[in-house]
């Protein structure tokens, strides 16, 4: 079984708490927007299958307030996959993924794993970002785009099945976890665990 740690990064009210509750409970906060407590961090944990194959999620609920910068640093460097996430019913957060990239660049080597999520795709009527400047983005940051309601879990559970397989592409091209070919295979002794 794989394990990964994905950092949900975006703007405080996008819904990353909503995101990663939606995904590891299957239920939806609704909270009135009078009673917003912003998250300082968070932890959630999933075991689910992703083609065939068992893997583990933590998922880090990260604080979206600048002057929780420091600890989002810190929180990036724990984390392999990242999800930047904005409100497609607010231009401001969408014109801020810029800083939490930049973020994730400085504290990670070479090109990390990202996935662009445009969360509260329920409110059309509100919208401010369109679909196709949220698909721009992602082609300028080399990423997946996807539109995802915490509120109706629409696309909730694909953000998280293409960012393990982005992770898992990544590990099977890594070459320090490469089965060396010139090599004969050593057989693997099985093993049993009782809880």
């Not at 590891?24 to 906060?29: A, E, I, S």
């Not at 961090?41 to 990260?62: G, L, W």
């Amino acid at each position: 079984m794989d394990q990964w740690t994905v950092a949900v990064l975006g703007d405080g009210g996008v819904g990353k708490t909503a995101l990663a509750v939606q995904f590891t409970l299957n239920c939806f906060l609704n909270r009135p927007p009078q009673t917003y407590d912003p998250t300082i961090e968070d932890a959630y944990r999933k075991q689910f299958v992703v083609d065939n194959r068992m893997c583990f999620v933590e998922v880090i609920d990260t604080a979206g307030q600048e002057e929780y910068a420091t600890l989002r640093d810190q929180w990036v460097r724990e984390g392999e996959g990242f999800i930047l996430v904005y409100s497609i019913a607010s231009r401001s957060t969408f014109d801020r993924l810029e800083v939490f990239r930049q973020s994730v660049r400085r504290a990670k080597r070479g090109d990390p794993i990202l996935m662009l999520v445009g969360n509260k795709c329920d409110k059309t009527y509100e919208r401010e970002v369109s679909k196709e400047e949220g698909a721009a983005l992602a082609r300028q940051f080399g990423c997946e785009f996807i539109e995802t309601s915490a509120k109706t879990a629409q696309n909730v559970e694909r953000v998280f099945t293409s960012l393990v397989r982005a992770l898992r592409q990544t590990r099977n091209l890594d070459p320090g976890t490469a089965p060396n070919p010139g090599r004969p295979k050593e057989k693997k002794e099985k093993k049993c665990i009782i809880l």
